[in-house]
């Protein structure tokens, strides 16, 4: 059940100081996991200094390539590597916009990842759904441009499935054992069934049933080489639970009184940046005013009466969010 890999990142020093690492990667014949193509950290550079020196193969997972020029896709795709692609990730973080269409062009297999579950939502169901549309609003973007409109869009909901699926086990080297229901391959199921959910039914396409409205709360059942670890929407090593809950309040309280309140509320709270805005030449009412100038950002001035209020409850970090008048 337990597998690991090497993960490093080639920033592009001429030095190639990573070699001893893929050295050592390639005598324990494991597979190794970098940060490519991610805007500002690793360029066109670090693609190229693994091809020359004879590290860019199909061993490697390039996770991002969201920011590289077209040699470096060819170089990539020439290896039989696979790509990770964080969606989620790359629209808040900046790696690069999400490069799933560009991949297909040059024929690099796609898997999805979260990048980090402390950031985003750790959920391979919005990986997904996230995937398909930021591929998709781009097919939109680059045909209005040329004057086009798109009525039959290339991306399907099969595809981004497969990419959270079967996708991630062959990145991972283990599509000889998970990925699909075949005889054969371990029982690694996720069955998904919720009667009491009013997006559930009808389920005339399963595929895309899945991608855009399923959940992690639909997921009646899991099973992990054939014993079940999730049933009825619960977890049942429920004890194991506990303990992660009261782990990870004890950090964050950790945490938050190291840096004290002040400094907690500025990181959770940061600055947020003035946007340019355009003066309307339009004056057909009051609403226009000084006003709604005024009101930028202070809901109060624009909804008379009582202001909603963000009411937060829970067991240290996992908050209950709950909207009051």
């Not at 996770?63 to 290896?79: F, K, N, P, W």
């Not at 790359?90 to 999805?112: D, H, M, N, V």
């Not at 997904?128 to 930021?134: C, F, G, P, Q, S």
Request: glycine share 8%; aromatic share 8%; proline share 5%.
């Amino acid at each position: 059940m337990l597998r690991w890999q090497m993960a490093f990142d080639v920033p592009g020093d001429p030095e190639f100081p990573e070699e001893p690492a893929f050295a050592v990667a390639r005598e324990l014949d494991t597979r190794v996991t970098t940060h490519s193509g991610v805007w500002g950290a690793t360029s066109d550079q670090s693609i190229q200094l693994m091809a020359e020196h004879g590290y860019l193969t199909d061993r490697v997972t390039h996770v991002h390539v969201s920011s590289l020029a077209e040699d470096s896709y060819q170089r990539i795709a020439a290896s039989g590597a696979h790509a990770s692609v964080a969606t989620e990730s790359e629209c808040s973080a900046g790696q690069g916009y999400s490069p799933t269409a560009r991949l297909r062009k040059y024929g690099i297999p796609i898997s999805l990842s979260v990048d980090t579950s402390s950031w985003w939502s750790g959920d391979m169901f919005s990986a997904m759904r996230a995937t398909l549309n930021l591929d998709r609003a781009l097919e939109h973007l680059e045909a209005h441009r040329e004057g086009r409109t798109v009525m039959n869009l290339a991306l399907r909901a099969d595809q981004v499935l497969y990419y959270a699926t079967m996708g991630g086990a062959t990145a991972l080297g283990l599509d000889g054992i998970v990925g699909t229901i075949t005889v054969g391959k371990k029982a690694d199921l996720v069955l998904v069934l919720n009667d009491n959910s009013p997006t559930m039914f009808p389920v005339l396409n399963p595929e895309g049933h899945l991608v855009f409205q399923a959940g992690r709360g639909d997921v009646h059942t899991v099973l992990v080489n054939g014993r079940a670890v999730r049933y009825d929407h619960r977890l049942l090593a429920t004890d194991r639970l506990e303990e992660a809950r009261r782990l990870c309040a004890e950090s964050v309280e950790h945490v938050r009184t190291v840096l004290g309140e002040e400094a907690w509320d500025a990181k959770m709270h940061p600055e947020q940046p003035e946007e340019d805005r355009i003066a309307n030449p339009y004056q057909y009412s009051d609403f226009g005013g000084a006003g709604a100038e005024g009101a930028r950002g202070d809901l109060s001035a624009l909804t008379p009466g009582p202001q909603p209020q963000v009411l937060m409850s829970g067991y240290g970090s996992a908050k209950c969010l709950s909207f009051a008048a």
